[in-house]
């Protein structure tokens, strides 16, 4: 039994999609003769005075949690706020000193200001760790860009063979042709590409969840690159289907990178010819900055016909995607390689998926 160490901060209960990629490595690579054990996140929900929760912060009193399963394991680290990370919090109000001190944090390979403290507590724990357990290879899940960075300093101090796996790029626009960013940006991705160049040039191989992405850090590296695209668990079956309603349903996120217009002037156009009875466009998953979208698209869509939903539970998303007879996309413009996870959560509900626009060919209309 191969025994794999994936250090992943994104792990159920965190209730977003990248949560779910490490939860499928966890849950089936001991098919493949794989013992994965997964470092993660404490997380534990706390209510703030507002009665809105939170994930709760530790201290350095408070210890992992260890969880055993019969195909693999979970530690879980606590969220501890260090001092250099305390001290970065407090300078950030300070517009003059917090863009130095950022620059030279991102001089010395810092990209992540907002997560410090987490850098140094999987450092702390993993470099003791690995002094009486024994692996086989490390496999660190981007992003956070930490963990790519950790597996590297992790290879250089117990010679453990490392691969890196991506769910982004350092930025996502660096594949687009006309992309022009400002001066700053300029230079954080210059660090960016060559500190990534320095980490990954030891690793045994990357895997990204785009074969465009995964050829881009395979270029940068000179080490091998393949495509692991998101996959999908499929639906429980309803015990009925919904007849009375035709329901067309994005449950996940709404960027603004994604073109609305399309979709709208479509449905606006067939409502006024069709008239329809029962039709309902569902938004499950908004954020308080999808609010322009969602501007955009009732000034072409009645809002009769719109129900929207805040950030939900996955048990709760699961049952409007039981429920929905056709899901809709707007695939992202001017990015290369985007494929978006939602698509294959769509996908496993073994439905229609009805995109506008496409990419023009890129990965989505490959798909």
């Not at 680290?77 to 917090?98: D, E, G, H, M």
């Not at 410090?116 to 290879?137: P, V």
């Not at 960016?192 to 990954?200: A, E, G, H, S, V």
């Not at 609305?260 to 067939?270: Q, R, Y």
Request: glycine letters at 4%.
């Amino acid at each position: 039994m191969i025994k794999l160490l994936i250090i992943s901060l994104h792990y159920p209960p965190d209730n977003i999609i990248a949560a779910r990629r490490s939860e499928a490595y966890a849950n089936h690579f001991h098919k493949f003769g794989i013992f994965p054990t997964i470092i993660t996140d404490r997380y534990e929900k706390e209510y703030d005075k507002n009665g809105r929760w939170t994930y709760k912060n530790h201290t350095k009193k408070d210890k992992p949690v260890i969880e055993e399963f019969e195909t693999h394991k979970v530690i879980r680290l606590p969220r501890i706020i260090n001092a250099l990370q305390k001290f970065q919090f407090a300078i950030q109000k300070v517009p003059v000193l917090s863009p130095i001190f950022t620059f030279l944090l991102n001089l010395t390979g810092h990209f992540e200001m907002h997560m410090l403290g987490h850098y140094y507590t999987y450092r702390n724990f993993l470099s003791e760790h690995l002094k009486h357990n024994q692996y086989d290879i490390i496999l660190a899940i981007d992003s956070p860009h930490y963990h790519v960075k950790l597996a590297a300093y992790l290879y250089k101090k117990f010679k453990i063979p490392f691969a890196c796996d991506f769910r982004d790029l350092y930025d996502n626009s660096i594949l687009n042709k006309d992309y022009k960013p400002p001066f700053k940006i300029r230079l954080r991705n210059s660090l960016n590409k060559k500190y990534f160049k320095r980490w990954l040039e030891k690793s045994i191989f990357i895997t990204a969840t785009s074969e465009p992405w995964a050829k881009y850090y395979s270029s940068l590296s000179g080490r091998p690159g393949y495509e692991i695209t998101n996959g999908f668990e499929p639906l429980p079956k309803m015990d009925s289907y919904n007849k009375k309603n035709f329901i067309l349903a994005h449950t996940g996120r709404l960027h603004l990178k994604q073109d609305w217009k399309i979709f709208s002037i479509g449905l606006k156009l067939f409502i006024e010819k069709v008239q329809p009875c029962g039709l309902k466009i569902v938004f499950a998953g908004i954020r308080k900055n999808a609010k322009p979208i969602l501007e955009l698209i009732k000034t072409y869509i009645p809002e009769d016909y719109i129900e929207t939903h805040k950030w939900l539970d996955k048990n709760d998303v699961i049952k409007i995607q039981q429920k929905a007879t056709l899901f809709f996309v707007a695939s992202w413009q001017g990015f290369k390689g985007v494929y978006s996870g939602k698509i294959f959560e769509f996908l496993g509900a073994k439905k229609p998926i009805l995109f506008a626009p496409g990419d023009n060919g890129d990965v989505v209309d490959q798909l």
